[in-house]
Every structure is written in C-alpha cells, then in structure tokens.
C-alpha cells in the first residue's frame, strides 16, 4: 500500500518548495513513482464512470488498489531560495474559495471510492498560508467551510450569507465526517510566512 504521508516527507526534502500547483502536482507523482516503480501513474486522469466530468490530479493503480488524487498548493508572498533556485510566490487570498474547493475535492473523492471497488482518495493542501491551520474567532459567511486544525468536517456544509461565490454557490454534503489534522511540511526560518503545512484526508468509502 502507497504511504501518502511517507511520500510526502520525503518530497519534502528534495522540494521544500514548488512555483506552482502544476509543479507540486508533477513533483509528488515523480516522487510516487521514484518510492514504487511498479505503479501505474497518470495526471489529469479523466475519470469515466460517472455521467459528469471529473478530472483527477492524480490516479494510481499498485499492487490492485486504486488511488485518486486531488491536490491544493495555496499561497502567501514569499521569496525565498533553495537548492540554488529562486522562487517568488504570490498572494493568492481568497481563502474562502480555496477551503470550498478542498472540501468539494473530498466531495468528489467520495464519489469515486464509493463506486470504484479497492479505492483510496486523497485530497491534499499544502500552505504557507497560516489563516487555512488556524481558527478564526470571527463569524463570517464562510465559518462552515473552515479546515483549521481539529476541526470535524461532516454533513451539510453551505454559505451562511451572500458572498461572492461564483461557481461555489452549492451547498457540499459530506458522507463521513473527517478530522482536520495539519503536519508540518518544510520552513524556511528566515522568511516571514516562511512556514509550509499540509492537510491530507483520506477517504475511503468502501471500507
């Protein structure tokens, strides 16, 4: 069985850091097929046995388990370098849509474990961005779709008012419940939002 978290810290030491979530996305399957050479790996899977249009980040086939993929790489400004390269991330904001977007991921890997007989999901983040792990104290329109550490992730999830939702307007529903569980991925120490976290959830609908 593929360890995700295994494979992540081992990327972690020769990636500390990537230019995109194209990059991150490239880096991670390398890296999977690098621990297990026997896999079958493809990107940008387009899965065909649901009537809608579901593309998968990742999709794996070892050792006759299956495993789908879904990743986020979110950031704040950052310049940093390392093992001689220079990289320069931006602001993204909108932390909102990016939450709403891991959860309809878990969403999406619901649907794929639950039809697909010996599949795994899972759906991946990985931050510089403090305000995804920590907790808010506010009440705002997006309080449902908080991914802070410790938090339970289950049933129906929605906007609590108007907010600028464009192609999130749909209420998430959730099969399971699934606890929020941040681990460290890499820091640069002498870089302001130089710290990386990473939340993976598995899913596994047919267990």
């Known amino acids: 069985m593929i360890d995700i978290h295994a494979i992540l810290d081992s990327l972690s030491e020769r990636r500390a850091v990537f230019h995109s979530e194209k990059d991150f996305q490239h880096e991670l399957a390398w890296q999977i097929r ?14 065909p046995y649901v009537s809608e249009s579901l593309n998968l980040d ?26 001689g390269e220079n990289f320069f991330l931006k602001k993204q904001s909108a932390e909102d849509h990016g939450r709403y977007d891991f959860i309809r991921d878990i969403c999406r890997l619901e649907k794929v474990t639950s039809i697909h007989q010996n599949c795994i999901g899972y759906s991946i983040i990985l931050t510089n961005e403090h305000l995804y792990w ?6 705002i329109n997006s309080y449902q779709f908080r991914i802070h550490e410790d938090r339970i992730l289950k049933d129906n999830l929605e906007w609590l008012g108007k907010a600028n939702t464009k192609e999130r307007e749909s209420p998430l529903y959730l099969n399971n419940q699934y606890k929020c569980k941040w681990a ?9 939002y130089g710290k990386f ?11």
């Open 34 to 47: 690098t621990s297990y050479p026997d896999a079958q790996i493809r990107l940008e899977y387009d899965y």
């Open 134 to 139: 920590l907790k808010s104290k506010e009440t």
């Open 58 to 83: 990742i999709w794996i086939k070892y050792e006759n388990i299956y495993y789908a993929i879904e990743l986020k790489y979110k950031t704040r400004f950052l310049h940093c370098t390392f093992n």
């Open 197 to 207: 976290k990473y939340l993976c959830v598995k899913v596994d609908m047919c267990n």
């Open 184 to 192: 460290n991925y890499s820091e640069f120490s002498s870089c302001k």
